[in-house]
């Protein structure tokens, strides 16, 4: 009987103890979902900070043309934090944030025109950081497609075909991948829909028009592969080049 009442009372503590174990987890309520996701921002944050530190410093600039040392300097700061965030979980949300940052000052997206299509402003504005302020400036292109105003990214992408074109000969690599990656931001923007044909407006917009010299061209029409890709699937963007190609 002893042995009885033993027993039940240790059920009966068991039980209260689980039942305040459970009223206590829902008191506090559920974890948050993203507390694992914070943690992992504030970690990349710390890691980006250290890469900073560890870049050399910057050097002294002066104004070039229109834009003031301290808007090149400003400019060159965001393109550093957007290189310390790479590969990092915050790489998208802090360069964009950056690029709007840059977009926001006047004449942001004019300096970006500038850096792609003047490349000897672009050695004296931003000196061995010329190639890194190139790729970032492309990257600063996405944002203003985002914001909207996919023509200024044509613009600019019709205004380097132009100068390849007329330049002649085998374009110049690094600024064949730029009008490639371009092209990409717009063709990711219009989709599919945007190249009907090898008369296709976006492609007039572009400057890619069958008379542009064949190197020029092909790398044209690998942007829009690229950009079609991203936003259709490469099935799209493989059927986008060959409509375009067509005669």
Known sequence: ???RYLLTALLLVATVLLVRRLWSSNAEGPRP?????NVA????????????SRMAPTLPHAQVGKYSAEMIQSVERAFRGMISVRGLVIQDQERRALAQQILAAPDGSALMREILLDPAF?????????????????STLKEV???????????????????????????DRGRGEDLMAIV???????????????NSATLA??????ELATAVRELCLRGVHQGVWAAD??????VVVKRVQAK
């Open 1 to 3: 009987m002893k042995r």
């Open 33 to 37: 979902v993203n507390a694992g996701m």
């Open 41 to 52: 921002e504030q970690a990349a944050r710390r890691e980006a900070a250290t890469r900073l």
């Open 122 to 138: 672009a050695r004296s504005a931003f000196g061995d950081f010329q190639a890194e302020a190139r790729f970032y400036a492309i």
């Open 145 to 171: 497609a985002r914001q909207g105003n996919v023509d200024f990214v044509t613009d600019t992408a019709a205004a380097l075909t132009g100068q390849l074109g007329a330049a002649g000969g085998e374009p």
């Open 184 to 198: 990409a931001i717009v063709g990711e923007n219009v989709g599919a829909e945007g190249f009907k044909d090898a």
């Open 205 to 210: 917009k572009l400057g890619c028009t069958p």
């Open 233 to 238: 699937g490469i099935e799209q963007a493989q």
